[in-house]
């Protein structure tokens, strides 16, 4: 299924790529390159990020000599991915397709899906598929990480809070945007794990204000889900470790607020 939130990101993709430039790229790829050396990897050579947006982990792999690859649903997304490799002088290709189903021409050695977007894969089909797809188009020993929500923030006796942020702001250049991601009372509908996140971005600008509102339905995936969906899809991706953070604190520590899976496919038996 394609996702509905592709007009969202098509018309927005510079203001996403504002609103969430708070993270710190660096460090993160850091800490990707450091999984993929401590599961046996080594030094990714190439990498891919899934549902990529902005594209700034594959730009910032691209600046440390890896080939990297950014793919996207989003045709608009893709240019700006396309925009600001160029203007950083980094060598990104990007591809614009479904990553519930694309194979790429060469395999990488290090695939990565962040910041939850996973959430607009909805149903199991579809994500039994999106392990498909990662499976074929990474190497045997690669890796693939992915960064989901913490099931405490849809799972338990509190209640959802998930995606209801408090809202965040980015100042850059004469710009302010202000992005509010989800309210308590937006609807979710518990059968089918999907919540309906009203997603509202102001920006002013020159003393002039324009306020965008959306609706991002996204689903909420269980661990237990992931490993399934993983082994559904032919097992040879396997989960080698679950993270609460991007310091590899455990994801059952009290402290943890990110659920982050590591996956390595399986070395070829030889002939
Ligand atoms: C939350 S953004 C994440 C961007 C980026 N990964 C980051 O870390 O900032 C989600 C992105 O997923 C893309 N997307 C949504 N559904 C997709 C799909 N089925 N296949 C590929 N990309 C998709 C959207 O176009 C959007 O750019």
Redesign the pocket.
């Known amino acids: 299924m394609?996702?509905a939130?592709?007009g969202f990101?098509?018309d927005e993709?510079h203001l996403?790529?504002l609103a969430?430039s708070y993270?710190d790229v660096r460090e993160e790829v850091s800490r990707l390159a450091g999984w993929a050396r401590e599961f046996g990897l080594g030094e990714p050579n190439s990498a891919l990020?899934?549902?990529?947006?902005?594209?700034?982990?594959a730009r910032e792999f691209a600046g440390r000599g890896a080939r990297a690859t950014a793919?996207?649903?989003?045709a608009a997304?893709c240019r700006y991915a396309q925009q600001t490799a160029a203007e950083a002088g980094v060598s990104v290709e990007v591809v614009c397709?479904?990553?519930?189903d694309f194979q790429l021409p060469e395999p990488v050695e290090l695939a990565f899906?962040?910041?939850?977007?996973l959430?607009?894969?909805h149903t199991l089909d579809d994500l039994v598929a999106h392990f498909a797809s990662v499976q074929g188009a990474i190497v045997p020993g690669g890796i693939y990480v992915v960064e989901l929500e913490h099931p405490r923030d849809f799972l338990g006796r509190g209640g959802r809070t998930t995606g209801v942020s408090q809202p965040w702001q980015v100042e850059r250049d004469g710009v302010t945007l202000t992005t509010r991601w989800g309210l308590a009372d937006d609807p979710y509908d518990p059968v089918a794990q999907l919540f309906h996140a009203s997603v509202q971005l102001t920006l002013v600008q020159r003393g002039e204000t324009r306020v965008v509102n959306t609706t991002i339905v996204m689903r909420d995936w269980t661990l237990d889900e992931v490993r399934a969906a993983s082994r559904l899809a032919g097992g040879e991706l396997v989960p080698v470790a679950c993270f609460g953070d991007f310091e590899s604190g455990p994801v059952t520590a009290e402290a943890a607020w990110r659920a982050i899976f590591v996956f390595r496919r399986t070395l070829r038996c030889p002939a």
């Open positions: 394609v996702s939130d592709a990101y098509d993709a996403y790529g969430f993270r990020e899934l549902a990529a947006g902005p594209a700034d982990h793919l996207d649903l989003s997304m397709a479904n990553m519930i899906t962040l910041i939850n977007s959430a607009h894969v």
